[in-house]
């Protein structure tokens, strides 16, 4: 069995460190005034998907779903070139409330030496609706809208 999960794990860090040079690529060729927040927030998106560790930190389950993840950025930044950014940006107001109150908690919980799982799930469930919005051709692990972002941040220690 060994030799399969090291097989299943170097084609997964293949599919993801391909994926993150596709998003990465996507984020500067859409690099123009008025899609400053678009690029931004792939930016930041990017850079907490993949900080320092990435590759052994989060769970597998999730871990397999970053190719996707990642491919879902450069979906992004593609649809919204041109007339698509008009569309992009009321579905980054959509996201922008969860995010910021996700993003704030994360960090108050790493000051205090916290880890809720709860609030890790809310990332993932995060991620999934990003997929969903942005790049719904893609599909999502598990479903994610409003109302189960609102269920989940519920759950999340205060």
């Given amino acids: 069995h060994l030799s399969k ?3 299943e ?3 997964l860090a293949s599919a993801i460190l391909t994926n993150h040079t596709a998003a990465q690529t ?3 060729k859409g690099r123009r005034p008025e899609a400053r927040p678009l690029v931004a927030d792939a930016m930041d998106q990017l850079a907490r998907l993949t900080p320092r560790g990435f590759l052994v930190t989060p769970p597998w389950m999730w871990l397999q779903q970053f190719p996707r993840y990642l491919e879902a950025i450069a979906v992004r930044m593609e649809s919204a070139a041109g007339a698509g950014l008009a569309k992009d940006q009321k579905k980054a107001a959509d996201l922008a409330p969860w995010w910021q109150k996700w993003a704030a908690k994360a960090d108050e ?5 916290l880890w809720d ?14 997929v969903s919005l942005f790049a719904q051709r893609l599909g999502t ?14 759950a999340v220690r205060a």
């Fill in 26 to 28: 996507a984020i500067e």
């Fill in 117 to 130: 799982p709860a609030l890790e799930d809310m990332h993932w469930l995060l991620e999934e609706y990003r």
């Fill in 9 to 11: 794990a170097a084609a």
């Fill in 109 to 113: 919980h790493a000051r205090a030496g």
């Fill in 141 to 154: 692990a598990v479903p994610a809208s409003p109302k189960r972002l609102e269920a989940q941040w519920e």
């Fill in 5 to 7: 999960a090291t097989d």
